[in-house]
């Protein structure tokens, strides 16, 4: 069974850092792009930060831009997201994701961590 499974959200003060874990199994994702998404009440998943197979290109939102940091370890299965300077827009459901197809759609999903940033 294909899994991704998110860690490492929780709440912290606005200003503080948190650091999100995917850790990917049943599938070698070493050779897939790996992104993160976010998801606030009431508003849409959006796009945070992806990272291709190689770690060698990385894409942020403007929001997060300077502030958030994508890195992978394939030897490891798993990819991470650095935060800091959070503030309370950063507050939502983060999502790990998988684009297996080379079609710029993401087949594979984790079940998403909370980070609950107070000001």
């Known amino acids: 069974q294909v899994q991704l499974v998110e860690s490492g959200g929780g709440l912290v003060q606005a200003g503080g850092s948190l650091r999100l874990s995917c850790a990917a199994s049943?599938?070698?994702?070493?050779?897939?792009?790996m992104a993160w998404f976010r998801q606030s009440p009431g508003k849409d998943r959006e796009f945070v930060a992806l990272?291709?197979?190689?770690?060698?290109?990385?894409q942020y939102a403007e929001s997060v831009k300077g502030r958030f940091t994508i890195s992978r370890d394939n030897a490891k299965n798993t990819v991470y997201l650095q935060m800091i300077s959070l503030n309370s827009e950063d507050t939502a459901v983060y999502y790990c994701?998988?684009?297996?197809?080379?079609?710029?759609?993401?087949?594979?999903w984790g079940q998403g961590t909370q980070v609950t940033v107070s000001s």
């Open positions: 994701a998988a684009e297996t197809t080379r079609d710029g759609l993401y087949d594979y």
């Open positions: 049943g599938r070698d994702f070493s050779t897939d792009t």
């Open positions: 990272i291709n197979w190689s770690g060698g290109r990385t």
